[in-house]
């Protein structure tokens, strides 16, 4: 079956200090991997995604995200938080097999960012 | 260019009372078209996808249903709606290709049922 887990509900980090927000994923096959944003009352915006190619992507507002296939893992990183990083984030996965209709998403990390 | 619909963006309803939320998309032909549900404070739950006209699959059992009467339509439906189905509902398209994944986004309803 597949699966995707986000490790953490809610992180909370002071402006200007890195962030990380995890994610670990189960898939029989080569996933196709996301990371959403969610500001409030707003819709889903993408960050980046996995498709096969490099392992380090790299995202808008200076997010990116390592897919470690030995890990399992695709965890989302910056290098610095800013004010309005403040947000909900998703990770979703797609397995990679060609009948793989389902997109599954994570339950979410809300993310908050001290002064 | 490939866009999706959904409508409308929000919705207050009395309890009891039926459901139809619509999305379209246009651009493409024979998308994978998704229906999730977040309920306050929680994650996004993946309530029913479509592969094709007629064929629907249910991820939860609960109070919902869905079709796809035509090719780039896809209605969440209730004909009796409980408090419990208050949430932000979207509407997703998947583009699935060689060497591509995009996936689209409606704009939401928010529903209230009260």
């Known amino acids: 079956a597949q699966s995707v887990t986000q490790l953490d509900s809610h992180v909370s980090v002071s402006e200007g200090t890195p962030v990380l927000l995890r994610c670990n994923y189960s898939s029989s096959y080569s996933p196709s991997l996301f990371w959403y944003v969610q500001h409030p009352n707003k819709g889903l915006q993408l960050l980046l995604k996995y498709t096969s190619a490099a392992t380090l992507v790299k995202g808008i507002n200076g997010f990116e995200a390592e897919f470690k296939k030995s890990e399992t893992s695709f965890h989302l990183t910056k290098p610095s938080a800013h004010m309005s990083d403040a947000a909900e984030y998703f990770c979703v996965v797609r397995p990679g097999y060609s009948s793989a209709s389902k997109i599954i998403f994570g339950s979410g990390t809300r993310l908050s960012i001290r002064p | 260019s490939q866009t999706i619909h959904q409508w409308p963006a929000t919705l207050v309803q009395p309890v009891g009372s039926p459901l139809s939320l619509e999305c379209t998309v246009e651009?493409?032909?024979?998308?994978?078209l998704y229906w999730y549900r977040q309920a306050a404070g929680r994650g996004l739950q993946l309530l029913f996808y479509?592969?094709?006209?007629?064929?629907i699959s249910s991820e939860v059992p609960q109070n919902l249903s869905a079709s796809r009467p035509q090719d780039r339509q896809f209605i969440l439906s209730s004909k009796k709606l409980l408090l419990s189905d208050s949430g932000f509902y979207l509407c997703?398209?998947?583009?699935?290709?060689?060497?591509?994944?995009?996936?689209?986004f409606g704009q939401g309803t928010r529903l209230t049922v009260v």
């Open positions: 479509s592969v094709g006209i007629g064929q």
């Open positions: 651009g493409t032909s024979n998308p994978n």
């Open positions: 997703a398209w998947i583009l699935i290709g060689t060497g591509i994944t995009e996936a689209f």
